[in-house]
């Protein structure tokens, strides 16, 4: 059920239950902004959701790869729509899929590699995004998936397929008043960075850090001369509170491992420096750093008062190593009964309960992209 449709208190209660009264205050501004523009012919704040990236929005493109990296089997979707998989990396509903409910779609953009991405359900979007892609083209080729470049070409594809479907005026209009989210960059270092000798013997943090912020730009350059106006991209979350990087990391340490924590924060004072260097050369250009860090780690460090009993670990999985298909499968051992009250569902990747979170501080931080 989309959030909007949700009896108010009911809404208000599971919003401080999971947190406190910015969240309620961020839903009350979109959907105030939905009740003065909505009830037209288009009842959505913006006509369309793009989204570039990774496993944390990936709604499907990589059933269709030849990669190891696929959430579409079971445990993951058991709490989805119909509980079935379909290739989201969580039991249940994404970042982008809530954003999107609380915009006011009643449907999810589709995954634009799958047979749905066709004829007017191109109308509310597309999804791009690929599980281990990351900002370094070498993330992506190591494990298989989709490499921004190539994301940004389908794009291009995208709109050619958008304006058969609408017509080039409309295409154009949807094209300009989009929001485009964009979450990338953690694969960089989890899973290559970190892990690949090779490649931390020859960059430092620092030097492998630059080398990602200028693949940002040119990213984020190539989008706006595509026509993209309104985009939001997510910072690093807290990499050493993964459950999959204590694990490796964490030599058995209780607590988050701070060195990846540190490389996070860093990474995200870059980020936040080349976003507000890009605003300064495209003036009509919306461009938002979303800071995912700091709301993701108060739940991490304080999970009982977000209504969380877990923190450390997946709640499918056995809290062993995590790298691969075997984050979490139809076998894995010691899967929880009960996702709501795990912050992760397995190694990496956030339940649905802590996307919702996730979500709303999300759209209060762009609210000036709508």
């Known amino acids: 059920m989309p959030l909007l449709n949700k009896p108010k ?207 940002f730009t040119t990213f984020t350059k190539g989008l706006y001369g595509l026509g993209a106006r309104k985009i939001g991209v997510t910072s690093l979350p807290p990499l050493g509170c993964l459950p999959s990087a204590r694990t490796l990391f964490g030599y058995h340490q209780s607590g988050c491992v701070a060195k990846p924590n540190t490389d996070a924060q860093a990474f995200n004072k870059k980020l936040n420096a080349a976003a507000a260097s890009i605003q300064k050369q495209y003036p009509d250009l919306r461009l938002v750093i979303f800071d995912i860090y700091k709301p993701l780690y108060d739940v991490i460090k304080s999970p009982s008062k977000y209504g969380f009993a877990e923190a450390t670990r997946g709640c499918c999985g056995t809290g062993t190593p995590e790298t691969h298909s075997a984050l979490c499968n139809p076998h894995a051992i010691g899967t929880c009964s009960n996702a709501t009250q795990y912050v992760f569902f397995d190694g990496v990747h956030p339940s649905e309960a802590a996307n919702r979170i996730i979500a709303v501080e999300l759209i209060g931080q762009g609210l000036s992209l709508v």
């Open 9 to 215: 208190k009911k809404m208000e209660m599971q919003m401080h239950n999971r947190g406190g009264g910015s969240m309620v205050l961020s839903l009350v501004c979109v959907c105030g902004l939905l009740f003065l523009y909505g009830g037209n012919a288009q009842d959505t704040l913006v006509p369309a959701v793009i989204t570039f990236g990774d496993s944390i929005v990936d709604v499907g493109n990589n059933n269709h790869l030849p990669t190891l990296f696929k959430a579409n089997y079971p445990p993951y979707g058991r709490d989805f729509v119909n509980h079935q998989p379909t290739g989201r990396f969580s039991n249940g509903k994404l970042p982008t899929d809530l954003i999107a409910e609380t915009l006011g779609f009643k449907s999810y953009a589709p995954a634009y590699l799958s047979p749905e991405a066709s004829g007017k359900k191109l109308l509310i979007g597309a999804n791009f995004a690929s599980a281990a892609s990351g900002y370094d083209e070498n993330t992506a080729a190591r494990y298989h998936a989709i490499p921004l470049s190539q994301q940004l070409k389908y794009f291009q594809e995208y709109q050619t397929k958008l304006a058969k479907v609408a017509g080039q005026s409309k295409a154009k209009s949807i094209i300009k008043d989009a929001l485009y989210v964009l979450s990338v960059g953690s694969g960089d270092f989890v899973q290559n960075y970190y892990i690949n000798p090779h490649l931390n013997r020859a960059y430092t943090v620092e030097q492998y850090s630059v080398m990602l912020i200028s693949s």
